[in-house]
Each structure stands twice: as C-alpha cells, then as structure tokens.
C-alpha cells in the first residue's frame, strides 16, 4: 500500500500558526522531506514545524540547487522525486515542509509536478501567507471596499509605474530588489510603507521607514506599501 504525500505550509514562521489540518498531517508522517538550498528555507521550516513532530521522524534532504542550467535544475527536481516516490512506495506516509503556502513562490511546486507525473496524488495543506501574518501583527488592512492588490516578486523601472494604479503592494523576495526598491521610493511620493523581517520568530523586526532597504534587508523580509487616501 502506498503512502500518503503531504504538501504543507507552515507558515511564516510562528508554529502557533499551522493549521489543525497540518498538525493532524504532521502527526501521520513517518519522514519529514526537507529542501535544502544556500537559503536555509528548508531548516527554517523544519525548525517550525518541530513542535508538532514525532520523536521518530525521519528527515529526508532534498537538495535544490540555484543553478542556472535548466536541464540541471530538472534533473535534481527529477531525482528528488524518485527519493520520495521511493519512500511512498515502501508504505510510508512522507511530508514535504514550505515557508507560507504551498501554492505560492513554493520550492514543493518543482516537486509536485514530477510526482505527479509518476501517478502520486498529493495531499497539499493550505499556509499562511506572510503577508497575511504581517499585516494581522500590524492591524493593517490589506484591501477593503472596492480597493485592488498586488502580490509581487520582482520589480523594475519600468513595471513600477505599472503598479502605481493598486491600492496595496505587497513586494515579496524583496532581498533581491531592495536598493532598486529603495530608489523608486525615494522618486515616487503617496506609499505607505512597512515591512517585517522574520516575521513570527524571536528575531522579528519591523520597519515603518523605506530608508532601511538602501543598504540591502535580510533575506526573509516582506514589504507592504499602502497607497494614501
């Protein structure tokens, strides 16, 4: 009898944050599936979810490279797959932790899809995002009335003016951009700007000025730019 593969969101970094749905999941898994990358999202969110763990729990490393040679990317993704498909086979129940939601800017999508393909029907558990813990923390409204939102994961010169026409921005990855973010807000007036690094964890810290992001942010901050009135 084959094993159940679970896909689970763990959220933000709070482990008072899984869902009933993911706890119950965690509690049948015989091997935890844990991505490993220069990142570190992978202990990350192991080290959420260890709470709710079993003491015998194995912990299967799956390493997801960031390369540039597509063919290379698909074959670590491929072989990844077979360990897991490996372990579903002798019976076992395995779940594969994310940062946030599956479903979302997810490393557990490059896996879904190879699996997939081998016949498994994967079991994918809803997170929350960090977005929606931040904005919680901070008893700020995403979006209200008839007011729009952006999810964003890369910007530019020339997508920035784009984005003026939302209500809310919420810029994810923002690591990646952040002096180029820090620029763009330095030209352009009307933002209201926040933005929370490590949210949910011991080392939390949260910003209310865009002046942080000139020297580079840390890579687990998130930013939410509110347009005024």
């Not at 091997?31 to 194995?58: C, F, M, N, Q, W």
């Not at 997508?159 to 209500?167: K, L, M, R, V």
């Not at 700007?193 to 964890?201: D, I, L, R």
């Amino acid at each position: 009898m084959q094993g159940t593969f679970y896909g689970i969101g763990v959220g933000p970094g709070d482990c008072d944050l899984l869902t009933l749905k993911a706890v119950k999941a965690l509690a049948q898994a015989d091997i935890i599936a844990v991505p490993e990358s220069s990142r570190e999202a992978g202990s990350t969110a192991y080290d959420i979810a260890r709470p709710h763990l079993k003491d015998d729990v194995e912990i299967l490393s799956l390493e997801f490279p960031m390369i540039r040679d597509v063919a290379q990317r698909e074959q670590f993704r491929r072989n990844n797959a077979h360990r897991v498909a490996e372990q579903l086979n002798q019976g076992k129940h395995v779940a594969f932790l994310t940062l946030g939601d599956p479903m979302l800017y997810s490393t557990y999508l490059y896996l879904l899809e190879y699996l997939k393909q081998d016949g498994v029907e994967p079991v994918s558990i809803p997170g929350i995002y960090s977005f929606n813990a931040i904005s919680n923390m901070l008893n700020l409204p995403l979006v209200k009335g008839d007011e729009n939102m952006a999810i964003v994961c890369a910007i530019d010169e020339e997508n920035w003016q784009t984005y003026q026409s939302f209500n809310t921005l919420v810029l994810m990855k923002v690591s990646a951009y952040a002096p180029l973010l820090y620029k763009l807000l330095s030209e352009t007036s009307g933002w209201d700007f926040s933005m929370v690094t490590n949210a949910g964890k011991p080392s939390e810290v949260v910003s209310f000025d865009f002046n942080d992001l000139k020297d580079g942010v840390h890579y687990f901050s998130t930013v939410i730019l509110k347009k005024r009135g």
